[in-house]
């Protein structure tokens, strides 16, 4: 028989099969010999008493053979079936692409940048010189944004769709079994491209099609309904459905589609800095101790605070991380974060953003770009005051609240490098003001977060799409363009990794409806 259980692990021990058999064995009141293995099901860190321990959900195999999980997929041979275009090959494309093909269906995925292993020359320009290849860099190329910027794969989407199998097919496709138990899962920038690799050959040797260097530049819709793309090259694909999963700064996408008259809407967004502490004081506040031994991980956080009713929340937290770049043109600055599987930098950051509501933004309420427009200006003016080559302007973060130019920067993981600038003129005044109040707010809940040891680094803009996409909510295609389905952060209706995942997966059920 198979008993559920719940356990409490001191640090450090959680992977010893023979301490959870031990406390299995407590719990359910069985003798450990007759206990055949335990399989842990959900794993978290709870640091809310003086001890810091690990709560664990398991399964435990009794008097019967304990079954050893195998999450191997074989994909179908699709190469002469119907065939589905997908624009994009971020995580909304490629689980598409996979669901597709599960689907009978080939799948065709055109990809504007490189693939993951030429997309590592471009980034290392965008760091060391502060240079921007506008068709490969952090935002754009095989993987997307999360291949270079963290694979972080916490998510509130429990109701858009199977979680589990999306962690499963990462898992099929290189990623550790932890990621299927952790609370927080993270696979690491430094793993994410290998198994992006391997999502990759799984399409191509069911005989679907990757095509890099390949942008679209517009759709062909006869009659009101999708046929084809065409490139930049002036090459045209032809299909009877099109996937378009190209990501939240693909400005380019709104822009053709628009210029079709094609239905686009603005939506809101949230915009603000990056904020980097280092990780030790993280550690300290959460874990309550002065050093974090070696059987815990960097510590993570998670903050908001309603000011003069708006949201200001923490988002996108990386514990040992790095702040990246991710500029997709020359004249604008773009920061992010993220973090190695290990998670071993000195440094926590988070990015820490305002909401922004439709009525904040004065101009045409019927623009579609009026909250894209705004984005960018805010953008520009980051890269003027950082004075250029992706120089960043900065602040320590008690010298931002109360007002004064810091004469100097602590040491930060930023690469282009910071300049010291008063972020009020960065930052739009309402904005800033908010920021402004939240950040004591901040420290008050968390001791030690509110210290001129951080800084803040703007900005930090790409929290999602100022754009949407519309579409049927039970088809998920275009209500003007049959056979086209908008999906994931491009298209508004995605915020991570597994949220687009789950909706390239939702939007190739569509199209194998809509194809028959």
């Known amino acids: 028989m198979i008993k559920e259980a719940e356990i409490v692990c001191p640090p450090g021990q959680q992977d010893d099969e023979n301490v959870l058999k031990t406390l299995a064995s407590a719990s359910i009141n069985i003798p450990q010999k007759r206990i055949t293995g335990v399989r842990v099901v959900k794993r978290s860190i709870d640091a809310r008493g003086r001890k810091v321990v690990y709560?664990?959900?398991?399964?435990?195999?009794?008097d019967e053979h304990f079954k050893v999980e195998h999450y191997n997929h074989q994909y179908q041979d699709v190469k002469d079936a119907k065939r589905v275009i997908i624009v994009g090959a971020g995580p909304a494309g490629l689980f598409a692409a996979l669901q597709a093909i599960d689907n009978g269906m080939k799948p065709v995925v055109l990809e504007r940048g490189k693939d993951v292993k030429q997309r590592r020359r471009d980034l290392a320009n965008i760091n060391k010189q502060g240079l921007v290849n506008p068709e490969s860099n952090y935002c754009f190329g095989e993987g997307?944004?999360?291949?270079?910027?963290?694979?972080?794969?916490?998510?509130?989407?429990?109701?858009?769709?199977?979680?589990k199998g999306v962690l499963e097919t990462f898992v099929a496709h290189g990623?550790?079994?932890d990621i299927l138990v952790d609370a927080r899962p993270h696979i690491g920038t430094n793993k994410l491209p290998q198994i992006i690799t391997a999502m990759?050959?799984?399409?191509?040797?069911a005989g679907g099609e990757v095509i890099f260097d390949a942008k679209v530049t517009s759709l062909i819709v006869e009659f009101g309904k999708i046929k084809g793309v065409q490139l930049a090259n002036g090459e045209k694909l032809f299909a009877d459905a099109v996937i378009l999963a190209t990501g939240h700064s693909a400005r380019d996408v709104f822009e053709m589609l628009h210029h079709q008259n094609i239905l686009i809407e603005a939506k809101p967004f949230a915009l603000g800095v990056r904020i980097e502490h280092p990780q030790e004081i993280i550690d300290r506040a959460q874990y309550h101790c002065e050093f974090r031994g070696p059987d815990l991980p960097p510590s993570y956080y998670s903050?908001?605070?309603?000011?003069?009713?708006?949201?200001?929340?923490?988002?996108?937290?990386?514990?040992?991380?790095i702040i990246a770049p991710c500029s997709t043109d020359a004249d604008e600055i773009v920061v992010n974060g993220w973090s190695p599987s290990k998670r071993n930098n000195p440094y926590a950051n988070s990015g820490t953003v305002v909401q922004i509501n439709m009525e904040d933004i004065k101009g045409d309420m019927n623009d579609p770009f009026r909250m894209l427009k705004f984005q960018q200006e805010v953008e520009r003016v980051a890269f003027k005051a950082g004075g250029g080559n992706l120089v960043a302007p900065a602040q320590r973060m008690v010298d931002y609240v109360e007002g004064r130019l810091s004469r100097d920067l602590p040491d930060n993981s930023y690469l282009p490098g910071c300049k010291s600038t008063e972020l009020q003129e960065v930052l739009p005044g309402w904005i800033g003001e908010r920021l402004r109040k939240a950040l004591p707010a901040f420290g008050r809940k968390m001791k030690g977060y509110y210290t001129n040891e951080a800084i803040l680094v703007g900005v930090e803009s790409r929290t999602s799409s100022p754009v949407k996409i519309p579409r049927d909510r039970e088809t998920f295609q275009h209500p003007q363009v049959a056979g086209l389905f908008p999906c994931g952060e491009g298209a508004g209706y995605a915020g991570g990794i597994i949220s687009a995942a789950i909706d390239g997966v939702n939007?190739?059920?569509?199209?194998?409806?809509?194809?028959?």
Do not use: H, W
């Open 200 to 205: 990759r050959e799984s399409i191509q040797n």
């Open 144 to 163: 997307g944004a999360g291949t270079y910027s963290d694979g972080k794969l916490y998510t509130r989407s429990t109701k858009r769709g199977d979680v």
């Open 55 to 62: 709560r664990m959900q398991v399964q435990v195999f009794v």
């Open 507 to 516: 939007c190739a059920d569509g199209a194998a409806k809509y194809l028959g």
């Open 175 to 177: 990623a550790t079994e």
């Open 303 to 321: 903050l908001v605070e309603q000011v003069d009713a708006r949201g200001v929340f923490s988002f996108c937290m990386c514990p040992g991380g």
